[in-house]
């Protein structure tokens, strides 16, 4: 039975993805900060990935355990509106600490589990709003936490490479969430069924891009 870890699972995308996965009979590990998964037969683990005491117990809790996908899926939009006049710099460290450094601490401390598995993935949630090619200049706070996000990504795919673990940055597109609003395009649904179908055909070579939900290659 594979294994999926799916950080930030307690709502969203992230429990949209534990669902599909359990669903499709993987074995779920799920960080929450509050609650369980109980209900979709998925396995949780109370943890904040911005303490990263909690993030380093979370690894030796499973060490030893491998993880065929590790999914850093928790992240936060942050304050809204923020532009150059009005920036809250107290709200942006916290979108870096959860979006780049919460990932960063949770890689650390299972890449050994990843390395052991057979599918041997890391993903990460960015965003397109990530990608400094096309960027546009809004949600400026929260589009640099995706893109320092991305680096992160691209340079553990380097890094990593000789253990033959992926590394992989993917958009879910605009979705139907407490962060994308109901005015957007795609529900829960339909952009994890897209990044379930990306996740499976990444190959060796794919380590260290990006892609779309729909399997598009988006420019760095």
């Keep these: 039975m594979p294994t999926i ?64 996908i590790l999914f850093c899926n928790a992240g936060i939009i942050g304050k809204r509106g923020m532009a150059l006049g009005s920036f809250d710099y107290a709200d942006w460290e916290k979108l870096l600490r959860v979006n780049l450094l919460g990932a960063a601490a949770v890689i650390e401390a299972l890449v050994d589990n990843v390395a052991a598995s057979e599918r041997k993935t890391i993903a990460v949630m960015s965003s397109r709003l990530g990608s400094i090619a096309e960027t546009s200049g809004m949600t400026l706070p929260y589009s640099t936490s995706k893109a320092a996000l991305n680096l992160l990504a691209k340079a553990l795919a380097e890094t990593l490479r000789p253990r033959g673990v992926i590394v992989a940055a993917l958009s879910p597109g605009w979705v139907k969430t407490d962060m994308g609003g109901q005015g957007a395009s795609l529900t829960p649904e339909v952009s994890v069924r897209g990044l379930r179908k990306v996740l499976g055909g990444l190959r060796r070579e794919d380590s260290g891009k990006f892609f779309s939900h729909d399997g598009s290659q988006i420019p760095w």
């Design 5 to 68: 870890l799916i950080t930030g699972a307690g709502r969203g995308l992230g429990l949209e993805l534990a669902r599909q996965y359990a669903a499709d009979g993987w074995r779920v590990i799920g960080t929450v900060r509050d609650g369980d998964l109980e209900k979709i037969g998925a396995e949780s683990f109370k943890v904040d990935v911005t303490d990263f005491g909690e993030v380093r117990k979370l690894g030796t809790k499973l060490k030893g355990e491998p993880l065929d």
